[in-house]
T-cell receptor, first 115, second 120 residues
């Protein structure tokens, strides 16, 4: 089964610094990839998704992610961290072949923003 | 547009007791999902409904968990009897797309706020 691996369960950055959250997928065929954010005591909110239309995907709140087939990666970035970005971020995958439309999530990366 | 509603938001029970969670998806959404999110992990799919039929319940522990979606709208998830390891956040999500829809690119799930269950 296809899966995603998120490197780093906890990432800390200073306010105004670059945010980089890593996600690698396991598949020889590029799947559909998603980034979700979860604020404390809330459900998940979609940040952005890759659906093969463009390798650089822009999402909400200034986040973007670049699909790199050669590296099987879909890392999430934001040029300048804001205090309100503190949350947990999940990378997820749906296989691109026929069959399941189900999301498989990574274990998540908790982002802390230091004033 | 109202989002996915869930209740209760928090529940504390003792092991071997029963508990039920309720979910009201976004109006018109055909597909409904229940996820279990254990602390420190990503959500894990328990069951997926298409209208009022089950699409996939392969990861649902059927000896203690049950779920239904009457009339293809609201859904309830029940645990009976609960175990300590059932302590988790139970998330409900809905999607307008059919699981047999062609446009995977438009695929999106909308999540409710979740129910945090503590089993003591």
């Amino acid at each position: 089964a296809q899966s995603v691996t998120q490197l780093g369960s906890h990432v800390s950055v200073s306010e105004g610094a670059l945010v980089l959250l890593r996600c690698n997928y396991s598949s020889s065929v590029p799947p559909y990839l998603f980034w979700y954010v979860q604020y404390p005591n809330q459900g998940l909110q979609l940040l952005l998704k890759y659906t093969s239309a463009a390798t650089l995907v822009k999402g909400i709140n200034g986040f973007e992610a670049e699909f790199k087939k050669s590296e099987t990666s879909f890392h999430l970035t934001k040029p300048s961290a804001h205090m309100s970005d503190a949350a947990e971020y999940f990378c997820a995958v749906i296989p691109s072949g026929a069959g399941s439309y189900q999301l498989t999530f990574g274990k998540g990366t908790k982002l802390s923003v230091i004033p | 547009e109202a989002g996915v509603a869930q209740s209760p938001r928090y529940k504390i029970i003792e092991k071997r007791q029963s508990v039920a969670f309720w979910c009201n998806p976004i109006s018109g959404h055909a597909t409904l999902y229940w996820y279990q999110q254990i602390l420190g992990q990503g959500p894990k799919l328990l069951i997926q409904f298409q209208n009022n039929g089950v699409v996939d319940d392969s990861q649902l522990p059927k000896d203690r968990f049950s779920a239904e979606r009457l009339k293809g709208v609201d859904s309830t998830l029940k645990i009976q009897p609960a175990k300590l390891e059932d302590s988790a956040v139970y998330l409900c999500a809905s999607s307008p797309q059919s699981h047999r829809g062609r446009d995977r690119g438009a695929y999106e799930q909308y999540f409710g706020p979740g129910t945090r269950l503590t089993v003591t």
